[in-house]
Nanobody
Framework: EVQLVESGGGLVQPGGSLRLSCVAS????????MSWVRQAPGKGLEWVSG????????SYVDSVKGRFTISRDNAKNTLYLQMNSLKPEDTAVYYC??????????????WGKGTLVTVSS
C-alpha cells in the first residue's frame, strides 16, 4: 500500500522558514517523480514544485521561485520542501504527491493527507 506522510508544517512569521518532509512507503521511491501541491483556505489546488526520480530535474510555480527548494533523499525514501522568505499568501495545506512515472509531469496517482502551513504575525 502506497503511503505518503507529510510533516513539518506549523505557524511561522512572515519572512521565516520551514522545511516540509514527506516519508514514502509501499513503492520504489527512487523510481517515481514527486510533487508538492498546496491548497489555500477557500481556494483550489495549486501545484507548487516537482522533482524527477533521480532528483536532477526540478520545477517551480513562479510565485515560489527563488524562495522554495524541492529535494529528495532516495536512500531515506523522503521528499523535502525547504521554504524560505515565507509570505502570508503561502498559507495553505501542503500535500506530497507521487507521479506514476519517473518525471513529476506524468501526473499524480497518490496523495498524502497534507500538512498545514500558516504564515502570520
Amino acid at each position: 500500500e502506497v503511503q505518503l506522510v507529510e510533516s513539518g508544517g506549523g505557524l511561522v512569521q512572515p519572512g521565516g522558514s520551514l522545511r516540509l518532509s514527506c516519508v514514502a512507503s509501499g513503492f520504489t521511491f527512487s523510481s517515481n517523480g514527486m510533487s508538492w501541491v498546496r491548497q489555500a483556505p477557500g481556494k483550489g489546488l495549486e501545484w507548487v514544485s516537482g522533482i524527477d526520480n533521480g532528483g536532477s530535474i526540478t520545477s517551480y510555480v513562479d510565485s515560489v521561485k527563488g524562495r522554495f527548494t524541492i529535494s529528495r533523499d532516495n536512500a531515506k525514501n523522503t521528499l523535502y520542501l525547504q521554504m524560505n522568505s515565507l509570505k502570508p499568501e503561502d498559507t495553505a495545506v501542503y500535500y506530497c504527491s507521487k507521479a506514476p512515472g519517473t518525471g513529476w509531469a506524468y501526473g499524480i496517482d497518490y496523495w498524502g493527507k497534507g500538512t498545514l502551513v500558516t504564515v502570520s504575525s
